[in-house]
Nanobody, 126 residues
Framework: VQLQASGGGLVQPGGSLRLSCAAS????????TGWFRQAPGKEREGVSC???????TYADSVKGRFTISRDNARNTVYLQMNSLKPEDTAVYYC?????????????????????WGQGTQLTVSS
């Protein structure tokens, strides 16, 4: 299982950006995939998650601004980020976990996800 996150960069407040998480060595059919972020000095937090059955959850801080989606043909999960704020600045990671009877998307705890991509830096600043 390998994940490759990309798409980070420098964006002005109010701007938009799309992150990509490309998978290799497996398909997303039976996996939940989440986006996480970690700002300097803070704990890693779950931003959004999409389950194998397309159930989606978001952190309250990004609801209405971020949209997670999955393209099965490209084996890629995206995070569309709009109306970006300076407090969105962080290293963003994607992670995946094969789902059992309970989806890890409910609580989006980093410890529930076993496979991680490398991070991609998002900086929101004028």
């Amino acid at each position: 299982v390998q994940l490759q996150a990309s798409g980070g960069g420098l964006v002005q407040p109010g701007g938009s950006l799309r992150l990509s998480c490309a998978a290799s060595g497996f398909t997303f059919h039976y996996y939940a995939t989440g986006w996480f972020r970690q700002a300097p000095g803070k704990e890693r937090e779950g931003v959004s998650c999409i389950s194998s059955s397309d159930a989606i959850t978001y952190a309250d801080s990004v609801k209405g601004r971020f949209t997670i989606s999955r393209d099965n043909a490209r084996n890629t999960v995206y995070l569309q980020m709009n109306s970006l704020k300076p407090e969105d600045t962080a290293v963003y990671y994607c992670a995946t976990e094969r789902e059992g009877w309970r989806s890890p998307c409910g609580e989006r705890r980093p410890s529930d996800f076993g496979s991680w991509g490398q991070g991609t830096q998002l900086t929101v600043s004028s």
